[in-house]
């Protein structure tokens, strides 16, 4: 009999708690523990852990760029593999923005509140129908000084005033899914998951994960 495959450790390089409980919700579905190997070999570690450990800069002036620079420092910091995300929100309206900027919209620190309420002021009085938005997610994976695997994932939306829903966090209650009449903020998780720029994103991401992690068993 062989013997059982080692545990891998990978740790989310981010403080956001939302962003973890996605991260680790999305990865529990994918799991399937009567296969051996995969991502049921996968303990997904938190930054929390970590609270020595310095903050990534992020300089990049693109999701792409922000995310390989994090999942980069954080696994030469901590010697894990390492998943690291950026995401954005683009409004067509304000050509794009906040875009890369879109956590410290406000300024810093981050406060979801009131780069909210700057989004609402840039668009009060603009007509809805031009009130299209997409959010991105970029993902990178990256061992020691090398990016293993990168992707990125999207949804198309529109911005609402006032927000709606109480679930999700940072832009969610004012992105309005047209084909489904609701904020991502009015979904359920499970829901949001599945559609959500950082869920499409994610899958891709996992789904190489799990083909690598077995090669390797």
Known sequence: MNP???P??????????GKVAEIRALASQRSDAKAPGGLARVRWRSLDEFPAVIESPEHGRTLEQNARQKALHYAAATGLMTLADDSGLEVDAL???PG???AYFAGVPRDDAANNRKLAAALCGVAAERRTARFRCALALALGDDVLF???GHVEGRIVDPPRGENGF?????FL????G????ELPPDEKNRLSHRGRALRIMLQWLDERLRQRA
């Open 4 to 6: 059982p495959a080692q």
């Open 8 to 17: 891998v450790d990978v740790l989310i390089a981010t403080t956001n708690r």
């Open 95 to 97: 050509a794009g923005r």
């Open 100 to 102: 890369v900027d879109s």
């Open 150 to 152: 990168e992707c990125t």
């Open 170 to 174: 940072g832009y969610d209650p004012h």
């Open 177 to 180: 899914v047209p084909e489904l």
């Open 182 to 185: 609701r904020t991502l903020a």
